[in-house]
């Protein structure tokens, strides 16, 4: 069993930064790939970042590279997504996923464990 618990999200302007954080308690959570998606009002879940549970792999959606990096620290059990140069639209609520395997992908549906989720808003 996995928690998984978010935090840092916040209101930020047009170009601002904000770090979030996935905290995990429960046992083994290194040997889950996580991912972070977001949702924003009216829309689907979509896929944001993941990283492999080694953390040597990531991979990121076409709208969200080069501006946001996933992390994690195993002593710590957190994984964390660094966000630059927002955009409005990325105003969401940004939830972390676990997945019992090594790589994960941009699906939801495999995603064991899910946190409650943090809002983002970016003002214009």
């Known amino acids: 069993q996995v928690q998984l618990v978010e935090s840092g999200g916040g209101l930020v302007q047009t170009g601002g930064s904000l770090t979030l954080t996935c905290a995990a308690s429960?046992?083994?959570?290194?040997?889950?790939?996580v991912g972070w998606f977001r949702q924003a009002p009216g829309k689907d879940r979509e896929f944001v970042a993941t990283?492999?549970?080694?953390?040597?792999?990531?991979d990121y959606a076409d709208s969200v590279k080069g501006r946001f990096t996933v992390s994690r620290d195993h002593a710590k059990n957190t994984v964390l997504l660094r966000m630059n140069s927002l955009k409005p639209e990325d105003t969401a609520v940004y939830y972390c996923?676990?997945?019992?395997?090594?790589?994960?992908?941009?699906?939801?549906?495999?995603?064991?464990?899910w946190g409650q989720g943090t809002q983002v808003t970016v003002s214009s």
């Open positions: 990283i492999s549970w080694t953390g040597r792999t990531t």
């Open positions: 996923a676990a997945d019992y395997i090594q790589i994960a992908g941009p699906d939801p549906g495999p995603y064991d464990y």
């Open positions: 429960g046992r083994n959570f290194s040997t889950y790939a």
